[in-house]
């Protein structure tokens, strides 16, 4: 396989553990290549300035700078690196945070590793995606900001007539 058809990915994770695992995994596909890895955000935004990684995969709590500072910094300087969130949190506010700050996709990290190998792969033609519960979280997110509930403008004789 030719070099330009190998997707140069970049590791971001505070757990070493977690990295080794993410990096025997990328082993597994010939088009996938581990180019560097980072304990924490600010770290991830320093080492892209020297490898120029094609598909990051972020965590999102981690110490010194989280995942969507960093995700939004290296967008800013580097748009065309793609950033591809891979979390244990399905939190509404964190995969907003996350696509706000410029990610690509948004996925859990008891993904398969088909999935995941996937989702880079997608990542790295500019295609999200997304692990259903962080769609869920946008859809409740959007479903409950700001809308009021029916009836909130109900006098209270109106509400004994509605009952």
């Known amino acids: 396989m030719n070099n330009s058809s190998v997707i140069r990915v970049m590791l971001v994770d505070d757990h070493a553990v977690v990295r080794s695992g993410l990096s ?27 490898y120029h990684p094609d598909v990051i995969l972020m ?27 891979l979390t244990s949190f399905k939190e509404d506010n964190l995969v907003q945070d996350a696509l706000k700050a410029g990610a690509i996709g948004y996925l859990l990290k008891n993904v398969s590793a088909d999935d995941l ?14 692990a259903p519960e962080a769609a869920q979280a946008l859809i409740q997110a959007a479903t409950h900001s700001g809308i009021p509930a029916p009836g909130h403008d109900l006098t209270e004789r109106e509400h004994d007539v509605l009952r």
């Open 24 to 50: 025997a995994f990328l082993l597994a596909f010939d088009d996938l290549e581990l180019i560097s890895e980072a304990a924490d955000g600010a770290e991830a935004v320093r080492l892209c300035e020297r």
């Open 59 to 85: 965590d999102l709590m981690m110490p010194r700078m989280d995942g969507a500072a960093a995700t939004r910094a290296i967008r800013q300087r580097h748009p065309d690196i793609q950033v591809l969130v």
């Open 117 to 130: 190998a996937h989702a880079i792969r997608s990542a790295h033609r500019g295609r999200p995606t997304l």
